[in-house]
C-alpha cells in the first residue's frame, strides 16, 4: 500500500482544491509512474479531482484521508470502494472518518483487496463529464 510521508501531508494544508488536486497528482506521478506517465496533467488532474469527489461522498474531509482515498483508486481500483466488504466497511458509522482508511487498510484481508484490484476498469476514470486532454 502506497504511504503518504509527512512531508506530504504537511503540503496538504491547501487553501482550495486546486492546490489539494496538484498536491494529489504529484503523489500519483511520483509513486505510480509507470502507471500514468501517458496521461497529460489535465488529464491526471480529472482524474484526481473524481477521486477527491468519491473520497468525500465517502464521508471523508481531511486532505490526507482524500489523498490517501485517491492513492488506494490508482493502487487498487477506482472502484475499489464498489467491493462488497470494503463497501460494508466504510459505511459502518463504528470508527469516525479519521480513523476509517487506518482500520480499513489494517482490517482488510489480502483475498479483498485482490478482489476489489481485480475489478480494475480503467474508463472507470472517465465516465460522467471529467476534464479531457
Request: hydrophobic fraction near 40%.
Amino acid at each position: 500500500m502506497l504511504i503518504i510521508k509527512n512531508s506530504q501531508i504537511e503540503s496538504f494544508i491547501a487553501e482550495d482544491d486546486t492546490q489539494l488536486v496538484r498536491v494529489i497528482r504529484e503523489i500519483i506521478q511520483e509513486a505510480f509512474h509507470e502507471g500514468v506517465e501517458t496521461y497529460s496533467e489535465k488529464k491526471l488532474d480529472g482524474m484526481v479531482r473524481m477521486g477527491i469527489e468519491k473520497a468525500r461522498s465517502r464521508g471523508f474531509e481531511r486532505a490526507e484521508d482524500i489523498a490517501s482515498f485517491v492513492s488506494i483508486m490508482f493502487e487498487i481500483s477506482p472502484e475499489f470502494d464498489m467491493n462488497e466488504q470494503i463497501d460494508a466497511f466504510l459505511k459502518d458509522e463504528s470508527y469516525p472518518p479519521e480513523m476509517k482508511l487506518e482500520q480499513l487498510l489494517g482490517r482488510t484481508q489480502d483475498d479483498v483487496w485482490r478482489a476489489a484490484e481485480g475489478t480494475y476498469d480503467a474508463k472507470s476514470w472517465f465516465r460522467d463529464p471529467h476534464p479531457e486532454d
